[in-house]
């Protein structure tokens, strides 16, 4: 599956996220020491834990935003070091606690935590990284950054619940979908690159162009995810194709689909998901129906719609290498499906 992603100024080079990390190498350093050091715990299962996903090579994307947004305005203290901090813990923290909610062996290849350690320990020990993460936007000393963040967590929690109710039910609609990916994915990318200008004392204009530019961000790197799940590679992933099939997990490739067949469809679909039937054949079936239905390349459609939304975010925005680095990030998201 190809799909073209008209890019800005006419670039037809690979994005890349590059740009953003060497802009942010010296500062990504200190928020690793940091991360380290307040992972740590006289508890030996703590850093265990912790580390275990901590250190299993996720691009740290969230954390980057944050840091990029604050060096945008010219931010010189350390407090966008904290905060950056904080954003990866608190996603640690929600994916420690996904994997239990969603019963998950694997993450990025590896064990989960709770396979090795139990739930109760994955649950507990994020509960752990949340609290140091607020006890790090505390030290900050600013109550708009704090007030941000603790609103995302909130909202990371409501659309874990949200989840919850809409789990393994077919009659999920694309705007239901659409409301627990906001919640569990995009609020914490928006928090993440506003309490950059928060940081740095911006107006409530950057503040809006910045948070509008990580929710969509955001929007749209979750719906390339789900596409990649039935049409990327396992080596692209860190995980196999067709993992949220076996796990019963709703996305949108399969709600378009399933709207869009037969009744025969429909209950094969009903099998399928309500009822756990995710066997290799009815993964090939299903990865049929998603090609028959354009399942992939309507959700592909939906990410470039948010990713231009999130582009046109940035725009009134003076010309900076950092606004640059963060128009690229769009365009490197939705690329992964190429």
Known sequence: MGVVIPLEEGKNKQASVKPLVDLTRLDM??????????????????????NHL?????????????????QMFGYEGDGHIKLATSVEFMHTATLLHDDVVDESDL????????????????????DFLLGQAFKMMV????????????SAAAVIAEGEVLQLSVAKNMETTEDDYLSV???????????????????AGNDKSARSALRSY???LGLAFQLVDDALDYGGKAADLGKNVGDDFREGKITLPVILSYRRGTPEDRAFWKTAIEDGQSSDENL???????GKYNGLADTIARAKHYGAIARDALSPLPASAHKAALMEVIDFCIERVN
């Not at 090939?284 to 998603?290: E, K, N, P, S, Y």
């Open 29 to 50: 350093d200190r928020v690793n020491q940091l991360i380290l050091s307040k992972a740590g715990s006289d508890v030996q299962m703590i850093p265990e834990v912790a």
């Open 54 to 70: 901590i250190s299993s090579g996720g691009k740290r994307l969230r954390p980057m935003l944050t840091l990029a947004a604050a």
């Open 107 to 126: 993450r990025r290849g590896k064990s989960t935590a709770r396979m090795i350690w139990g739930n109760q320990a994955s649950v507990l020990v994020g």
């Open 139 to 150: 030290e900050t000393g600013s109550m708009d950054a704090l007030d941000v963040l603790a």
């Open 181 to 199: 990916i906001r919640a569990k994915t995009a609020a914490l990318f928006a928090a993440a690159a506003e309490v950059g200008p928060i940081i």
């Open 214 to 216: 990580g929710m969509n």
């Open 284 to 290: 090939q079936q299903a990865l049929a129906l998603i």
